[in-house]
């Protein structure tokens, strides 16, 4: 199979949309990364999703639709704060977890009661789900454990021959994965950070709290338990007090004749001698290039040699998260 990269028009739309109904999988533009689209009440076209991915059927899929979709046709609203989060963020980069009525296919789900849903803030995406119609389970578009696409190219490389169409709709602003919240008790838990953070739902709800990650908890963000994010090449991440350490390892592996690079935000940057991938100076900056910057440093690199980054913004949380879980902490006993 041959993997095209459409621009969103009328052909593209009508192509993809049947695509998606004969159960078949297209990529799609989000404001977050890329998806990987299939028909979310069809058990073949997930199957297909899973496979694609190679991921693990124990991680359930997120359901994206229109703004206009009614909701409770998939989902029970169980608190009357979760449409206060609707009207606030979404179309967002927000994911909510809620009680499921059965209208997808159990595999989207892995069998949980529960359903995580979506709306998009991408206006090809939303152009795309309104002519489809329908409700679509998208993970990210990337192989499993590999770095989340945020372009068009990044879905091509990782998945040229395994789909026919990816829709091109640019580059993604937001660049990290959705905020995913449980929303079926009394006060909302964040299952996976994002850019919709910890305050602004609380300035909604009033109240929020995290998931543990420990014990009972894990189980209600199966996801979380994977390895994610991986660029193909090696990696080593200091802390931000760490810099002359992170100096002594450039410069060791460039003495053999090997590519260092450093991943590091705008702050660090004139403190570290060497070729350097920025990644900005905000919060919402430095999460909307991690993914970029990432790829583009494993196709340059050996060693991608990162430091972590503390801007103060709450969205440095989910920005960690990410990178923690890309890059190895730095251990003096690895040939590097
Ligand atoms: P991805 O689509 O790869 O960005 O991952 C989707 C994320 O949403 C994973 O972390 C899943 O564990 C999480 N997720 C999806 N459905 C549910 C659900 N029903 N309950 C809890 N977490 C979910
Ligand atoms: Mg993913």
Same mark, same amino acid.
């Given at each position: 199979m041959n993997t095209k990269i459409l621009k969103i028009n009328d052909n593209s739309l009508k192509l993809s949309k049947n695509l998606i109904l004969n159960e078949e999988l297209v990529a799609i533009p989000t404001e977050t990364v890329y998806g990987l689209g299939g028909?979310?009440?069809?058990d073949l076209a997930v199957k297909k999703i899973f496979e694609a991915k190679g991921r693990p059927n124990d991680n359930p899929l997120i359901v994206h639709v229109h703004? /206009?979709? /009614?909701?409770t046709k998939l989902v *029970?609203? /169980?608190?009357?704060y979760v449409y206060d989060l609707i009207n606030a963020y979404?179309?967002?980069p927000l994911t909510l977890v809620m009680r499921h009525?059965?209208?997808?296919?159990?595999s989207v789900t892995c069998g949980l009661d529960t359903l995580a849903v979506r709306i998009p803030d991408h206006e090809g995406c939303q152009q795309f789900l309104r002519y489809v119609d329908v409700p679509i389970a998208a993970p990210s578009?990337?192989?499993?454990? *590999?770095t989340s696409p945020v372009t068009a190219e990044h879905v091509y490389n990782d998945l040229n021959g395994k789909i026919e169409v990816i829709l091109d709709?640019?580059?993604?602003?937001?660049?990290i994965e959705s905020t995913v919240l449980d929303v079926t008790k009394p006060v909302p838990v964040i299952l996976r950070s994002g850019l919709v953070t910890a305050e602004m739902i609380k300035r909604v709800v009033g109240a929020c709290e995290y998931v543990q990650n420990t014990g009972s908890e894990v189980v209600r963000s199966p996801g979380m338990k994977y390895v994610h994010y991986t660029p193909k090449c090696k990696t080593a991440l200091f802390e931000r007090n760490e810099l002359p350490l992170a100096q002594e390892l450039y410069d060791k592996i460039l003495s053999k004749g090997k590519v260092p690079v450093f991943l590091c935000d /705008?702050?660090?940057? *004139?403190?570290l001698c060497g070729e350097k991938l920025l990644l900005g100076i905000s919060g919402e900056e430095i999460a909307s290039n991690l993914y970029d910057k990432l790829l583009e440093g494993e196709k340059i690199a050996d060693v991608l040699i990162a430091i972590k980054i503390d801007?103060?913004?709450?969205?440095d949380i989910g920005v960690m998260n990410r990178l923690s879980k890309a890059c190895k902490p730095f251990n003096e006993n690895e040939d590097y």
């Open positions: 028909l979310a009440t069809s703004k /206009d979709y /009614d909701l *029970h609203v /169980d608190f009357s979404m179309p967002g009525k059965g209208f997808v296919s159990r578009a990337n192989v499993s454990k *590999h709709g640019g580059k993604c602003s937001g660049g /705008d702050k660090v940057s *004139h403190k801007t103060g913004s709450e969205v």
